[in-house]
């Protein structure tokens, strides 16, 4: 069964710069669409990127587009996929969760948390001077 472990969050100053890791067990992550997704207090969760899967496709919230990349590790050997986040705002302070579905087309990349079927525990991004 597949499990899902975000890491890399923390405390980062404006216009500075994280990485987030979504480590996952039980399953190949290659075979799933790969999504992360936030959410700030009382606000609702919000896509912000994903993947396809065989890294098949990219989309971008427009939010965080040209500061945000998504990206499946290169050997597949941790089974990870990163969220390289640069530029932060403190807009951008929020949980953010990785989650994955399994879809049937390679360029299938939805941004809509309700479609993702397994999740992680969270990782909080703080953004502050």
């Known amino acids: 069964q597949l499990q899902l472990v975000e890491s890399g969050g923390g405390l980062v100053q404006p216009d500075g710069s994280l990485r987030l890791s979504c480590a996952a067990s039980g399953a190949f992550l290659d075979f799933y669409v790969i999504g992360w997704f936030r959410q700030a207090p009382g606000k609702e969760r919000e896509g912000v990127s994903c993947v396809g899967k065989r890294g098949g496709n990219r989309v971008y919230a427009n939010s965080v587009k040209g500061r945000f990349t998504i990206s499946r590790d290169r050997d597949n050997a941790k089974n990870t996929v990163y969220l390289q986040m640069d530029s932060l705002k403190p807009d951008d302070t929020a949980v953010y969760y990785c989650?994955?579905?399994?879809?049937?087309?390679?360029?299938?990349?939805?941004?809509?948390?309700?479609?993702?079927?397994?999740w992680g525990q969270g990782s909080q991004v703080t953004v502050s001077s």
């Open positions: 989650a994955a579905v399994k879809l049937p087309l390679t360029n299938m990349c939805p941004m809509a948390p309700t479609l993702y079927k397994t």
